[in-house]
Every structure is written in structure tokens, then in C-alpha cells.
């Protein structure tokens, strides 16, 4: 009985001494590697691939961890050898937080670059899809990159930061995969572009499908963002008329006010509906309540009373209401449902599956319905 | 050498005889027998003794002088005018040599058929101190003695009560030491008395150096890295084992006492938490435990993050290691072995040096070689603060032999970690929580109340509840009372 124990355990023994070995992977002293942040892609006339390889690499003499390798290849796979021929370091993707398409692949799709990425486990979910307008090249050379090791950190955080900030649509990975792949709702990602050496985030990409069709500025993404997520801690600047609030500005400026007033809504908060409500016409309604506080206004007006107040709810909800039907209209314009109107169409339609085609067929002619209240919690004391 | 075993017939003899026969053969002629002939009108008496063993003074002042101040020479007068109680009479000389070592004076009269002895032992003890490995700040600061008289007097100063039942066994051949067994018969867990009564009984050894030593011919598992008795030299903490319901063990010419059965998690407790506020004494739990579990897992981490997880390192801590590690001529495991070595080696010469010597030794060691290491390029600074916070949580261990246990545990989960990775460090993990599962103390599972899963005793075991929560003793230990009081109506 003893006897056999002891065998059993030097079996045991024996066989974990042979097999876990092989579940562990080749050996990857930090060291050694070429940790990569960032990727670029373009492709050039003769369609071959230019990758744009960013990447940290440990050398104890030099402050400056940072290095930009340039290769072409036919896939990413061979970008990436490419690229390691010119380096001592073994280069590798584990550490990979921005990927960014140039012109010319944003415009014919990115998809194909980004399965190849799906498919190494190695690679996080968690990094960021970016486009450019220029060449990937151009931007990812951009010197100055604040105190970030490297460009491909930094635009990790630029786009980050505005993510957080609820400036922006996030586009990690994961995120824009599902809405690629998802019939009914279409990915939106920052577009970089450069300015005076320094990147940094103009527009959002509309993307159909997985290619580039068109742009919001960061003024419009704000109505997109809107309908499509909540926001927690949202800032919206607002330009208004003065004319219908004439008698409640007369009280301090008397006859001379201008035309126009800004008011700035801080701390804002949203819930938003959209309900399919005739199926065959396929005209929505969209439920848009928001709530805020007022932390700026450019024309002095006694919003203690309820009158006033009411009045400036009206006219928020008014100006809102306008930008809202000119975000879809625009996304209606490059067909490019952002917004996710199909995924309801195709919750009420039962049996069939809508495809991408059909679905690009109706989107241009949906009719959308805006309801839009909005409640001004505070607004500070002024006396 | 041949000793002789003359019987019953060897009284009466000579009083030279007798003299002659002790020193020569049952003393190996030691200088120390001292010996006085007193004659009393015709009629011899011998006085003799271990002059280092008695009390001389008191020898003098009510034997030799009562012996020579007789008027009559008889047992009887020698008895009734000596102030001791337990005299005894003997008749053979192994019993008389034997006497004379416990510290007893043997007076013979000749042609008497048997000698008395009289007890005047010497003991020389060490005065109570202050507890030094296991020293508290907060509560009772003494420390048990080497005397088990002593021991026993603390205890049961500790303990007033009737049923503090002490059993005394004597263990070793050669040299038989004194081994009380301890614990309050009202609430111990009487399989476990008899467990440990069994054990001892059963123990054949010629001697035991100490209770630690005892310990280990007694103990479940020898093989177990993990220590399975808790060995303590605090009386407050041994006492409050007892009042627990567990079994405590003392050893005669021992500082230290041993408490069992006791869980992994007694390993980390001290008496302090419970003199402490409820919160405080939770949160250095706690902490402890944190500590070991720290201890254990950063090196390992680290050898594996570098060697083949480059992916989890923070982006923020990525160059900076890298820039360190780009010195360094080892691969990481390498490093990690030499820098724990190097701290076990200034840890072990700190210890073994006179107290003055080793601070200057710890502060040379750590701080000299720890920056010259550095900048030599021999490890990487991030490294160096690991090890040194690991060997540093390895010490808040309040049992210096878990805290012993630990840091050996370390070596070989660093190899693992480098040849394996996190497959090696999780291979490691398993093996041990499988390890800790089966190990018993005194029959008593040690892995409680994590496994068996006795949710009862979480009041005193990670954390330390308020006395409002926690009435009742550990459940895990069996208790014959498991109320401690009455929970308070509040």
C-alpha cells in the first residue's frame, strides 16, 4: 500500500515534470523584446501594405524608449517580420494599444487587418481603433508626444481621455467588432489628425460597415452620442437665440441684448428611447430626456423665477431637437446607421434576419420622431 | 564499566564502604561528592551529598549541626529534629546515587539497615524575562522561565482554577526529562488529551533537548514544511490557548511551551489582537496575512512577469524595469535567487552575531551591498524592493517558524515561476493548498475553517470580531463548552 503511493507519486511527478512544461509558452525576457504600442497601417499604389511599427525597447544608455520601424508586407504578419529584420529586439504585440488605418485602407475597409488581430490571443481586446485622413506614416512620426514614453502611448491616452470625458464614442476593439458585426448599428472611430507636429482628435469617422464614409465633428458626435450611450458627467455647449427671451433679459440689459446667448449644461444626464412605432412605414420615435445644470450663460437672466426657466427648457429642447435630425439626416446622407435604429427594426421583425443589404436599402428613408425634454436642475445663485 | 548491584543485602555495611562505592562507581570519582564523618559517642555517621546540587548553607545549619549536636545517634532523632518534610529511606545504592543527584543529602548511620535522604535541592534558574522572539507591545511581557516550577507557577497564577489538570509523564531513557501535559479538563477536547497522552506515552527516545525537539518526535507530518504544534514562550498566549479548549505541553529545563491542535491561521494570531480594540486586532490580522500571502508571491511574480508575461506589467512600470533589467547579465531568475540568497545570508549573520554587532551588520548589509548591487548592475532596483518587502513581510509572521517556513517556501516557487511562469506559480499554489488540506494536527484538521469550511469560527480567525460577536471558542477545536459567556442582551 505505501509502496504503491510512493509509486503513484513519482508517476505523477514524472509525467507533470513532462507535461507542464509544454503549457508554458517560449521564454520572453523583457528585455530582449520590442514591445510595440502602435501599429500604422497604409497601403500604396501597388497595394502592397506600409506598416508604421511603434515600439518601446529597453537599452540602458538611451533615455529615449521609443521607436518607429518602417516595413511593407502583404498581411500584418508579414509587416511584422518585415519590421523585425530591422531590429535587434524581438519584436511583439502584447503590449499593442493603438492601431491606426491610413486614407487608403480606412476608405476600402478595415476588417481584414483587424481579423488577423482577433485572432492572436496575445493581443488585447482593450486597445483602440483609430483612422486618419493622412498617411498613418505622417501621424505616428509626429514628434511631440508630450511626456508619454512613445507616439503610441500617447495617442492611447489622447483618445482615452476624451473617451472618459464622454467627448467621444469609444472604439476599443472589442466594441468595434461587435458593432461591425452586429447588422442594424454601425462603428464610429476617432479620426487623428496633426497639427503643428502634435496629434490630436477633429472628427469621428462614420464608418458603413468597415470602411470610412464620412464625419461628424466633435460639436455633432455629442447629438450621436446622445441616442446611442448615457451620459454620467456630459458638458454641452449651446448657442441660442435671445428674441424669446426678450422680456426676461430686459429686467438688467434693457433694450440692447444681443442677438445670440451661450449657455453651457454641465453635469448632464440622459435617457434615451427609441421605439419603433410604425413597422411598416418604419417611423421611429425617439424619447430624449435630459437633465443638467447650468454652469455658464452669457446673458444675465432670474431664472428663480418659473417663467424664465420654463421658457429656457423650451428653447434647449428646440436647438437639441434640430441637431438631433441633423446628425441622422447626415448619417442617413452616407447610409452609415450609427445610431442603431436597425438593431430595433430587427428586434420586431421576427424569422428573418436582417442582412446588411436590406438594411441599407431602408435606412436612408426612415422617418424619426424627436421628443425632447429637458430639466434644468440647478443653475447656481446669482445675486 | 560494570556497575554492582548489590540488593537489599548490602545494608548494613561500613560507612567507608558506602563512601568508597558512591564515589568509585556510581560517581566516576567526581571531584563534587563532598562527604563528613560524624562520630557521636562511639557511633559513626555519614553525611554525604553533590556539593553543587544542595544548599550548602542549609545542609550545614539543620543536618551536620542537628547530626553532630545528637545526643543519641538514631534515624528517628535525626527526623524529628530536621525542619524537611519528605525524607525518605533507602536501601540500594542506585537509589541512593540517583537521590544524590536530584539535590538530596544522605545521612547513614553504620550498622543501621538503611540510610535516609534528605531533599535540600539547588536550583539555579533563569530569572522570568522579557519575552525576546515573541515580544508584545501591548499586554504581559513575560516570558516563561526554564524551570518547569516556575512554568507551572505562571500557569496556574493564569489559570486559578480546579480544573487546570496537569499529567506528568517522564520521557527519555538516559536522560529523563520531566513533560506535563496541560489543559482544563472541563473544556478539552478529550480525544485530543488522549491523543496526546497516547503520543507521549508511546515515545521512546533516549532524551529530548527541548520542547521544540519534543515537538518534533510527536508532530503529525515530519515531512511538512509547516510547523503543526505552535511553540510559544508567552504564558499569556499559552494560557489562553488552554482557555480555547486546547492541550498544552511543558518540558522541564524548556523556555518555551507547545500548544495543540492548532489551525494554519493560529499561526498568525497573537494575544495581542485580542488586547487590542476589535477593529485594531483585525486590521493586523489582516495584515499578516496579507503579508505571508505578499511574501510568498512577489518574487515568483516578478521572475515570471519578466521572463514571460511581459503583457501584465503596467505601462507606467514597463520602461522603467525594462531599463533596470537591461543591465542585468542574468536571466530574471537568476537574479531573484542571488538577491534572495544575499538577503538570507545578512538575515542569518545579523542573527548570528552578538546584538550590537548584527544591527551594524543588517545596516552594512542592506544598504552597502543593497546599492552597490544595484549600480554594479547586478540586479534591478524594482527587484530589490521586492525582496526586501517580501523578507520584511515574512517577519510579521508572530511564529518565528512559520516565519522560517515561509521564506523557504520562496525558493522554490521562484524556480518553478522560472521555468514554468504563472503555470509554475499556480502548479505551486495547488500543490501547497492541496498540501494544507491534508495536514492534521493531532488528529485536528489544520486547515480550518477554511477547509474543513466552518464558517462558525470566521469571528476569531481572519479578522477579530467585537466580543459582542464572538462569545463562543472555535468550533474547530471541539471544545466540551463552546459559550465562552452569555451574549450580551444589547
Known sequence: MQNNRKITLLIVGLLSMMIIPSCSHSKDVIEKLGVVSAYGFDQNEEQVLEGTTVLYQFNPDITNASQIIHSTGSTFNMVRSNANKKSGYKIVNGKLQTLLFGPTIAKKGVFPYLDTIERDAAISDMLYVTISEEPARDILSASNYEEAPNIGVYLNRLVDTAVLDEKIVSSKFHEFMRDYLQVGREPLVPIISIKQNKAAIEEVGIMQGDSHVGSFSMKEIFFVRLLREEFNEGRLDLELETKPFQDYIKEYQGDNREDKMFIVIDQLQNNSKINLTNVDHLTYEVDVSIHGRIVEMSQRMNLDKAA????????????????????VKKAQQVNADVFGFGVKYNNRTRGEELTREQWQDLFPNIEVDFNVSTEIKRFGIVQ | MKRRFRQSSYFPCKIETLQQDLFTDFFNSSPDLASKTVNVEGQKALIIYMDYLVREEEV????????????QLDYQTIESEVPVTDIMELKTLNEIGGALIEGYVCVYIEKEKHCIVIPVPRIDQRKPAKAETE????????????????????IHKRLDTKTLTAEKFIIGDKIPSEV??????????????????????????DDVLDSSALTQYVEDNSYSIFPQFLVTELPDRFCYSLKEGRVGLLVDKSPTAVIAPVSFLSFFQTTEDIYTRWNMGSFIRLMRLVGMFLSIILTPLYVAALTYHYEIIPDALLVSLGHS??????????????????????????????????????????????????QAGFTSNILIIIVALSALASFTAPSYLMGSAIRILRFPLIILAGFWGFIGIMFSFAFISIHLIRQRSLNFPYFVPIYPFQPRDFDNSFIRLPFLWSYKRAYSNRPKKIRRFKKPNR
Open chain 1, 308 to 327: 424664465p426657466l420654463r421658457k429656457l427648457e423650451e428653447e434647449i429642447d428646440k436647438k437639441i431637437k434640430k441637431n438631433l435630425e441633423a446628425v
Open chain 2, 180 to 205: 506535563r501535559l496541560i489543559y482544563l479538563s472541563d473544556i478539552a477536547n478529550d480525544e485530543a488529551v488522549q491523543e496526546m497522552r497516547s503520543r507521549l506515552n508511546s515515545l521512546q527516545v
Open chain 2, 325 to 374: 533589467r537591461s543591465r542585468v547579465p542574468f536571466p530574471p531568475l537568476l537574479e531573484a535567487l542571488i538577491l534572495e540568497f544575499l538577503i538570507e545570508l545578512i538575515r542569518e549573520a545579523g542573527a548570528r552575531l552578538p546584538t550590537k554587532v548584527g544591527q551594524t551588520m543588517g545596516i552594512v548589509g542592506g544598504i552597502v551591498v543593497g546599492q552597490a548591487v544595484v
Open chain 2, 135 to 154: 515580544s508584545l507591545i501591548f499586554g504581559p511581557q513575560i516570558s516563561f522561565s526554564d524551570s518547569i516550577d516556575v512554568n507551572m507557577n505562571f
Open chain 2, 60 to 71: 550545614y545549619n539543620h543536618i551536620t549541626s542537628k547530626v553532630q549536636g545528637a545526643k
